[in-house]
């Protein structure tokens, strides 16, 4: 059984870090790029960042470009997002999310949601101004 668990949300004050983890179970890590999306109330589920199954390529969505990091640990089936500089605009849940099709390249890396396989319960990151 596949299991994605996120972890590391929380409160923040505007301009400090937070950094996410997702750990996977059930799936040969790496063998999956993974991606964190996001959604705010009342928005649509939103691409943040993804990395590939190698981990040499990465991709942001535009509104997190320089300030967030992700990063993956295959040898604890673990990827994390480091997030800096966070602002009130971010405040969402942030969901990890495993695709399978793009591991079939050490490239790959996908922005669309329906791309992604599995899915984690999301965590939510609240920053207040």
């Known amino acids: 059984q596949v299991q994605l668990v996120e972890s590391g949300g929380g409160l923040v004050q505007a301009g400090n870090s937070l950094r996410l983890s997702c750990a996977a179970s059930?799936?040969?890590?790496?063998?999956?790029?993974m991606g964190w999306f996001r959604q705010a109330p009342g928005k649509e589920r939103e691409f943040v960042a993804a990395v590939s199954r190698s981990g040499v390529s990465t991709n942001y969505g535009d509104s997190v470009k320089g300030r967030f990091t992700i990063s993956r640990d295959n040898a604890k089936n673990t990827v994390y997002l480091q997030m800096n500089s966070l602002k009130p605009e971010d405040t969402a849940v942030y969901y990890c999310?495993?695709?399978?099709?793009?591991?079939?390249?050490?490239?790959?890396?996908?922005?669309?949601?329906?791309?992604?396989?599995?899915w984690g319960q999301g965590t939510q990151v609240t920053v207040s101004s």
């Open positions: 059930g799936v040969t890590f790496s063998s999956y790029a």
């Open positions: 999310a495993a695709d399978y099709k793009a591991g079939f390249s050490s490239h790959r890396i996908d922005t669309r949601a329906y791309e992604y396989d599995y």
